[in-house]
């Protein structure tokens, strides 16, 4: 099958969707030999890496071992890390560090050494940070570096619209060609080309009505892939975040792991301490047992929230450590020298994903995807704090080593986008409407405690739900909010097909009908219909769980 040709086509030698931590450092990688253009949907400073708080896990203090980290991740992955995927990335940590301090991150230092702080799960201080804002000092940094590099091409406003692929194509060899965005400004869905195109698209917090993600962590990534054959895994395992403000005016902010780390006590309104009752870690427990804590909590005494106490730290210790907790929170009228903070759990990290092997390669050739937008294997069942900055690093210049070494290809002429059959939406409140009933359902049925029931209920509007939307997605002009809301919808599938195949409780995933973690399990893997046989055998092949 011949395409006709396509004289709005741009052609780039790497395509990668997304601006965070893990896009930016395969451009920087890449840049020097290939010609890169990043398309973000927003801005390139609104990506979920600038909201990150605490720090990147490394191991860099004397006593501490790459096994201690090791050892502690795949405590917290409650059985379902995969080993290989783990060692490579503690053991690249330091040198992801290294790395960033050569681009001029300002990590906190003490004594003239960085300054390690220690987080839930972690058995050491491993934590290196700047300050409460580190995600925003790395992000502002490399920006900077993108910014001047010849070679990068940056695209804001360009939103994913789909992969193109050969078999779409009808093509005899199916790969990834490149893919549709729509440029925001102009209204116009154009089309990319590259012989490798990189996701790095962040996760799916937004699918939930409460979250500490930014707006565009409507998992655009993993759906598109998803659609274009790509197979995907662990998708019920939902990070929630134990501590987000909780205040009317404190939209998504959240309350740093390493608050806790420093001594922060959770209490209810009467200023009883609870977490030792529920672990023997107490507030240094993993996430996944914190918010389930806080929820319990919250439910027995009908509780609009609990509270984090840090008010017996030093005035001078919190404005040196927590300067930016500390500010927002005076702002709102909470000061945390000498009060509590009020805090509920969140939607905060989508552990599952796209399915890669350890080069960030997906089951379809030429298509890559690191960070959030993955399962790697690295966090199983739950995400050990600080761990999701490094990964990024070091699967992006995994990715970046394949695609160096990889011979030239040549590229079919990609076919324009077609909106001879569609037209203006005339009703845009359907959008809108269903965007809310998604993200309330999902948090009342599939969020931290779960049931068959509301898994089922959940599954029946979802159904409803991807009618809907298919039908204004075939007939109207596509708009960023459609696009976003038919990802979310996807994603949401994916997310209650996988908690419905997993008949026992682990990690994030707790279930009152199977409440006992079962003595052995696999990851949770979906395919796509149609996925070709040679595919099923393709990616990374994690190895079962033994618990004891």
């Known amino acids: 099958m011949t395409t006709p040709a396509n004289p709005t086509s741009r052609h780039f030698d790497v395509l990668i969707v997304g601006s965070g931590l893990a896009g930016l450092t395969a451009a920087l990688t890449l840049a020097p030999t290939h010609r890169v253009a990043i398309l973000t949907k927003r801005f390139l400073v609104d990506g979920a890496s600038s909201w990150a708080q605490g720090g990147i896990a490394a191991v860099l203090a004397e006593g501490d071992t790459v096994e201690k980290h090791i050892e502690d991740t795949l405590i917290a992955g409650a059985g379902l890390c995969d080993l290989a995927a783990t060692r490579q990335v ?7 560090i290294a790395w960033l301090q050569e681009m001029g991150v300002p990590f906190s230092q003490e004594d003239g050494h960085l300054h390690l702080t220690r987080e839930g799960g972690h058995s050491e201080r ?4 700047v300050t409460d804002a580190t995600g925003a000092a790395v992000q502002q940094t490399l920006i900077g570096h993108v910014k001047n590099h010849p070679n990068i091409t940056v695209l804001e406003q360009h939103m994913l619209v789909d992969l193109i692929t050969g078999a779409k194509l009808g093509l005899p ?3 990834c060609l490149g893919l549709y965005a729509l440029d925001s400004v102009t209204d116009e869905v154009l089309t990319f080309s590259a012989p490798h195109t990189i996701l790095a698209t962040g996760g799916a917090g937004k699918v939930y009505l409460y979250t500490t993600n930014p707006d565009t962590a409507t998992g655009d990534g993993i759906a598109a892939a998803w659609r274009a054959g790509c197979r995907v895994q662990n998708m019920e395992f939902i990070q929630f975040h134990p501590t987000c403000l909780y205040h009317p ?13 420093e001594g922060g006590r959770l209490l209810l309104p009467d200023g009883t301490r609870f977490m030792p009752k529920h672990d023997e870690r107490a507030e240094l427990a993993p996430r996944d047992v914190v918010a389930r804590a806080i929820d319990f909590e919250m439910k027995k005494g009908g509780l609009d929230c609990v509270y984090l106490d840090i008010s017996h730290q030093p005035l001078s210790f919190l404005k040196e450590h927590f300067p ?3 500010t927002r929170c005076l702002e709102l009228g909470i000061d945390i020298s ?4 009020p805090v509920v759990p969140a939607a905060h990290y989508t552990c599952g994903g796209v399915i890669t092997d350890l080069d960030g390669q997906t089951d379809l050739p030429g298509l890559f995807a690191v960070g959030e937008a993955t399962c790697t294997g690295l966090h199983g069942a739950n995400r050990l704090a600080s761990n999701s900055l490094v990964e990024c690093m070091v699967f992006a210049r995994a990715a970046t080593q394949v695609i160096e070494r990889a011979a030239p290809i040549a590229l079919p002429s990609l076919p324009a986008w077609d909106e001879s059959r569609v037209t203006d939406a005339d009703e845009a409140v359907v959008i809108s409407h269903n965007w809310d009933e998604l993200r309330r359902f999902m948090w009342d049925y599939v969020g931290i405690v779960r049931t068959n029931k509301r898994l089922e209920r959940a599954a029946h509007r979802i159904a409803v739900l991807q009618g809907e939307i298919h039908e204004y997605y075939s007939h109207f002009h596509v708009t960023p909010d459609l696009l976003e809301l038919r990802n979310l919808v996807q994603v949401a599938d994916l997310i209650v097909q996988s908690a419905r195949a997993r008949h026992e409780s682990r990690g994030l995933h707790f279930s009152r009908d199977y409440p006992e973690m079962a003595t052995s399990a696999l990851p949770t893997t979906l395919v796509p219909e149609g996925l070709p046989e040679h595919w099923q055998q393709a990616g990374r092949q994690a190895s079962p769980a033994r618990c004891s």
């Open 338 to 341: 000498k009060q509590p903070i």
């Open 173 to 175: 060899h199916d790969r």
């Open 249 to 261: 005016h404190a939209k998504s902010f959240l309350i740093s792991e390493a608050v806790r780390g």
């Open 126 to 129: 491993r934590i290196v940070h």
């Open 324 to 326: 930016n907790i500390y």
């Open 90 to 96: 503690v053991e690249q940590a330091p040198h992801a």
